[in-house]
């Protein structure tokens, strides 16, 4: 297959993906907000951290979640930042923007790379070149 082609599927169901668990969250925490002792005790610590995360929101927004999905890291993505944009009260609009950026941003990131080794820029002996060719 053509290395574009893969790039391009990947970076279209991260995006599928993100959506897909940003959606699925309403449901669930209405479901879970019937249970009375999650009404009482963990309703109350999201709505606080929801308000003590609030400038930081509104000061870095879309962007600055954005940044946190495409950042290539272990912890950061579409799924950790669907939740954290859940969380932060982020509404459809803005998470999709963030959504759609981060994840391009991470699929440029990681196609680079992967190229960047292919092609030699990378020494046949290093550590990054063994992981990302699984050659471990």
């Not at 272990?74 to 994840?103: C, D, E, H, Q, S």
């Not at 440029?108 to 063994?130: M, P």
Request: glycine fraction near 12%; charged fraction near 20%; aromatic fraction near 12%.
């Amino acid at each position: 297959m053509s290395p574009w082609l893969v790039a391009g599927v990947c970076v279209a169901a991260n995006v599928v993906l993100g959506v897909a668990v940003f959606e699925v969250l309403l449901p669930c925490l209405r479901l879970m907000r019937r249970w009375g002792w999650f009404e009482r005790r963990v309703w109350p610590i999201f709505e606080k951290r929801q308000e003590k995360l609030r400038p930081a929101v509104e000061k870095y927004g879309e962007w600055g979640l954005a940044v946190f999905i495409g950042v290539p890291l272990p912890g950061t993505g579409a799924v950790t930042g669907a939740i954290g944009a859940f969380l932060l009260g982020f509404g459809r609009k803005r998470f999709y923007l963030a959504n759609v950026a981060g994840v391009l941003l991470a699929g440029v990131c990681v196609t680079a790379l992967c190229f960047l080794i292919l092609n030699g820029a990378v020494a046949e002996d290093s550590l990054l070149r063994r992981l990302f060719l699984k050659q471990l």
